[in-house]
């Protein structure tokens, strides 16, 4: 399994930089035993001078011990050879998840620019995609929800993603690396840990071995799928859109809108919503926005999160249009327009 490993890393490191460099990478360490597995492979590769990688590990502050937790893991990577090895402590907002997440990757973001790195390794495996597949399912989002995590999205890169959770406990003995397991993840109250703990055990028990593998094909199907409707949609949203880049209302042709295909119109209609400086609307008000474009029931407003709201306006109605539009107007910011220009 270390050998798979290794190749992983070097097939990712690989694909995400130019030819003929000799690219410098961060492995995320928690102490556990994924990231570790993925420190010992990444370590051998950067000793027989394929790369230069060094580690960060963040120290959440959110338990007991996190501290020493932390130091023990720099104290391992530093014996794996790498360097530099960084431990940063944040503090979330919330103790939540998502807040963690939230001070991780700034955490990232920051050790990325202090090293001068270009990729940071996350040691996520299959296992990790198969619960993020059922929970996408769960939240009846679509395609994208379905898609998991992506192999590479910038400078993060995941190469484990076709190994599991025991392949990567097996390395960690075999390199004699001790690794932490962290003690919420026996913690049924958090979603993720009944998905891992309770629900792929009964679906395996009922549907037979390989679930996780199979999970695991959806989320890379459903990625492609799910890149190729957003490619369109970003097409589509180009030839309606009739406002300016970054301007707010987003001002869109009604008769555009309604040649689309349901399945752009839902990801044009999104991204619009999005471009005005709201959150991306949930199923239920992607539904009423598709409604409003067709022309059933009110000519809205319809309220959207972030103080936003959409209407649908008769051609010449709307100043500087003589065709039937939807408007969507919101707070707007420079962010909105960045994401427009990108």
């Known amino acids: 399994m270390l050998a798979s490993a290794r190749r992983a890393v070097a097939d990712a490191v690989r694909t995400a930089h130019a030819p003929g460099t000799r690219p410098f990478v961060l492995v995320a360490c928690s102490g556990?035993?994924?990231?570790?597995?993925?420190?010992?492979?990444?370590?051998?590769?950067?000793?027989?001078?394929?790369?230069?990688?060094?580690?960060?590990?963040?120290?959440?502050?959110?338990?007991?011990?996190?501290?020493?937790?932390?130091?023990?893991?720099?104290?391992?990577?530093?014996?794996?050879?790498?360097?530099?090895?960084?431990?940063?402590?944040?503090?979330?907002?919330?103790?939540?998840?998502?807040?963690?997440?939230?001070?991780?990757?700034?955490?990232?973001?920051?050790?990325?620019?202090d090293t001068g790195a270009t990729a940071i390794l996350l040691g996520h495996t299959l296992d990790d995609q198969a619960e993020q597949v059922l929970l996408g399912l769960a939240r009846g989002s679509g395609t994208r929800s379905l898609a998991g995590m992506p192999a590479a999205r910038g400078p993060y890169l995941r190469p484990l993603l076709h190994l599991r959770r025991a392949d990567t406990e097996a390395i960690c003995a075999h390199e004699r690396l001790e690794y932490w397991v962290d003690p919420t993840n026996a913690d049924?109250?958090?979603?993720?840990?009944?998905?891992?703990?309770?629900?792929?055990?009964?679906?395996?028990?009922?549907?037979?071995?390989?679930?996780?593998?199979?999970?695991?094909?959806?989320?890379?199907?459903?990625?492609?799928?799910?890149?190729?409707?957003?490619?369109?949609?970003?097409?589509?949203?180009?030839?309606?859109?009739?406002?300016a880049p970054g301007e707010v209302p987003v001002v869109l042709d009604l008769p555009g809108l309604r040649a689309l295909d349901d399945a752009l119109l839902s990801r044009v209609?999104?991204?619009?919503?999005?471009?005005?400086?709201a959150p991306a609307p949930d199923f239920e008000r992607t539904m009423a926005l598709e409604r409003l474009v067709h022309g059933a029931g009110s000519a809205g407003p319809i309220q959207l999160d972030g103080h936003a709201h959409a209407t649908r306006h008769r051609a010449g109605t709307h100043p500087g249009s003589a065709r039937a539009v939807v408007v969507l107007d919101g707070p707007g910011s420079a962010l909105q327009a960045s994401l427009w220009q990108s």
């Open 188 to 243: 049924t109250t958090l979603l993720r840990n009944r998905v891992r703990h309770q629900l792929l055990p009964a679906l395996d028990d009922a549907l037979g071995p390989g679930l996780a593998e199979a999970l695991a094909r959806t989320a890379q199907l459903a990625r492609r799928d799910a890149d190729h409707l957003d490619a369109a949609a970003e097409t589509a949203l180009a030839r309606v859109v009739r406002s």
């Open 269 to 277: 209609l999104r991204t619009a919503v999005v471009l005005c400086g």
């Open 32 to 113: 556990g035993a994924d990231s570790l597995a993925l420190a010992a492979a990444t370590a051998f590769l950067a000793r027989t001078g394929r790369l230069r990688a060094g580690a960060i590990v963040v120290d959440h502050g959110l338990q007991d011990g996190s501290a020493e937790v932390a130091s023990t893991a720099a104290g391992q990577l530093r014996g794996l050879g790498l360097d530099p090895v960084a431990v940063q402590r944040v503090d979330p907002e919330t103790t939540t998840e998502a807040g963690a997440r939230t001070a991780r990757y700034a955490a990232f973001e920051r050790a990325l620019a």
